[in-house]
């Protein structure tokens, strides 16, 4: 056998041998549920990120609240009735001589 | 529950369905992944982002090809990609493991000299698989480290049987080349 074709074949054992402990390594036995708690983990991110259309009703139920409560206070206003303020009497409903107690004394 | 069933399961969003799929494919990507970076640390990352990727795109799995074909195609984008971007860190590493495996060896029949001068031929070794081609290198890992059939390296490789026994015969051709001097006296 001639020297080229020894060394061609030494080489290929050393690559065949190199290879071979190569494929006996062996990945982490947790690792599939390594990887499925990371795909998990995204999937709670996802749903924790707002999204655009979730920004828009927020604001636009803002400015609907902002706009009822305006016009409820205006309407509240527009109809008050001058009668009932006439028959109010304030000295009727807050008695400051409770507070005085100039007559319990 | 067969293969089919198992990813309609997944695309509905049963993790537990992909669990299986993964217990059954993951020690071929990352013997795949083994092949491209020849770190056991490395191929563990690869093999988590190939798995992220297949879960995340698998309802465009369209099932023209087998599942397996089109698992490794994604495998060994993500690993090329991955070998190219971490080319200078990688070189840096091997040289770490060499000192590494060098003097942390158990064999206590080799002695200091003999285990420098295999982890300097795996070096080697390592250097010249990583300077093919990129097609040379897949037909390559594809055939020594998965054992593969050239029909279905071409499948994979959407090429033809043909084209397939030539890049190895060239993968084989380069690699001698590169480590006559160096390895083979």
Not at chain 2, 83 to 90: E, L
Not at chain 2, 149 to 166: C, F, L, N, S, Y
């Amino acid at each position: 056998m001639s020297n080229s074709i020894k060394t061609q074949m030494r080489t290929e054992n050393y690559i065949d041998d190199f290879i071979r402990r190569e494929k006996q390594t062996e990945p982490n036995p947790f690792l599939s549920t390594h990887i499925i708690a990371e795909i998990e983990k995204m999937q709670q991110a996802e749903i924790k990120k707002v999204t655009w259309w979730q920004i828009v009703v927020f604001v636009a139920c803002i400015v609907i609240m902002i706009f009822l409560g305006i016009s409820v206070g205006n309407s509240y206003i527009n109809h008050i009735s001058q009668e009932i303020t006439m028959n109010i009497n304030d000295n009727e409903i807050e008695n400051l001589g409770y507070y005085s107690l100039n007559n319990y004394e | 529950m067969t293969e089919e069933q198992l990813i309609q399961e997944i695309v509905c969003g049963n993790t537990l369905a992909f669990k299986m799929i993964m217990e059954k494919y993951q020690d071929r990507v990352f013997c795949v992944a083994m092949g491209f970076v020849h770190s056991k640390e490395d191929a563990e990352d690869l093999t988590q982002e190939v798995f992220i990727k297949v879960y995340l795109s698998l309802s465009t799995f369209n099932h023209k090809s087998k599942f397996s074909t089109w698992l490794y195609r994604i495998t060994i984008n993500t690993c090329i990609n991955f070998a190219n971007r971490n080319r200078k860190r990688r070189l840096l590493q091997s040289l770490e493991d060499v000192w590494y495996s060098a003097f942390n060896q158990r064999d206590e029949e080799q002695t200091p000299l003999e285990k420098m001068e295999i982890s300097e031929r795996n070096l080697l070794i390592k250097k010249a698989i990583d300077s093919l081609s990129d097609r040379q290198r897949v037909a390559f890992i594809l055939s020594k480290y998965e054992e593969l059939p050239q029909k279905e390296i071409a499948a994979i490789m959407d090429t033809t049987e043909g084209a397939v026994e030539q890049l190895l015969q060239r993968a084989k051709n380069n690699l001698q080349k590169k480590l006559k001097r160096s390895v083979g006296n």
